[in-house]
T-cell receptor, first 117, second 112 residues
């Protein structure tokens, strides 16, 4: 099956610093990539949808300036949490979708656990 | 706004028993998905259900979809400890750009 690599898997940072998370589709070109956030014992909440070469579409309530998304190629999307604060601590998961829309199979990365001190 | 609700949220069962997890959604959906998540891990795709009456089975898990009732079920047969995980259903609309809306998740614990 298709593989999505997410890096890093775990990051601890100080409050006020920025953190970049990478999401790569290893063996396919992803038309669309998605970024989710998951708090402990809760479901996944979609943050934004990212298409290669265009601006990301953010969900309501997600701060565009705080969560910067760049989708530079069909195999790479990055999420930068700017000026991170403890309330940004969460599990961030990316997924990548192959172009054929009939089934919209999304392949998920392993996730990044962010802890902001 | 599309809403997805799962029931139950927590399920503790003994090995060898059967049980069903329910997933209700609020508006007509084009596709329904079931995922498994182990603690601290990402999501593993289990099933994709595309049409009314669709039934898929893999091992001890069987998923079905009733689009008229806006209901999907995930049936567990003769549970084993390895099935302990959190199970999510998710739905999407083609018109929404394939954005997934997830249910709250069902945390399943299978006891020996």
């Amino acid at each position: 099956g298709a593989v999505v690599s997410q890096h890093p898997s775990w990051v601890i940072c100080k409050s006020g610093t920025s953190v970049k998370i990478e999401c790569r589709s290893l063996d396919f070109q992803a038309t669309t990539m998605f970024w989710y956030r998951q708090f402990p014992k809760q479901s996944l909440m979609l943050m934004a949808t990212s298409n290669e070469g265009s601006k990301a579409t953010y969900e309501q309530g997600v701060e565009k300036d705080k969560f910067l998304i760049n989708h530079a190629s069909l195999t790479l999307s990055t999420l930068t949490v700017t000026s991170a604060h403890p309330e940004d601590s969460s599990f961030y998961i990316c997924s990548a979708s192959i172009g054929a829309a009939a089934q919209n199979i999304q392949y998920f990365g392993a996730g990044t656990r962010l802890s902001v001190l | 706004e599309l809403k997805v609700e799962q029931n139950p949220l927590f399920l503790s069962m003994q090995e060898g028993k059967n049980y069903t997890i329910y997933c209700n959604y609020s508006t007509t959906s084009d596709r329904l998905y079931w995922y498994r998540q182990d603690p601290g891990k990402s999501l593993e795709s289990l099933f994709v259900l595309l049409s009314n009456g669709a039934v898929k089975q893999e091992g001890r898990l069987m998923a079905s979809l009733d689009t008229k009732a806006r209901l999907s079920t995930l049936h567990i047969t003769a549970a084993v400890h390895d099935l302990s995980a959190t199970y999510f259903c998710a739905v999407d609309l083609k018109t929404s750009g394939s954005r997934l809306t997830f249910g709250e998740g069902t945390q399943l614990t299978v006891n020996p």
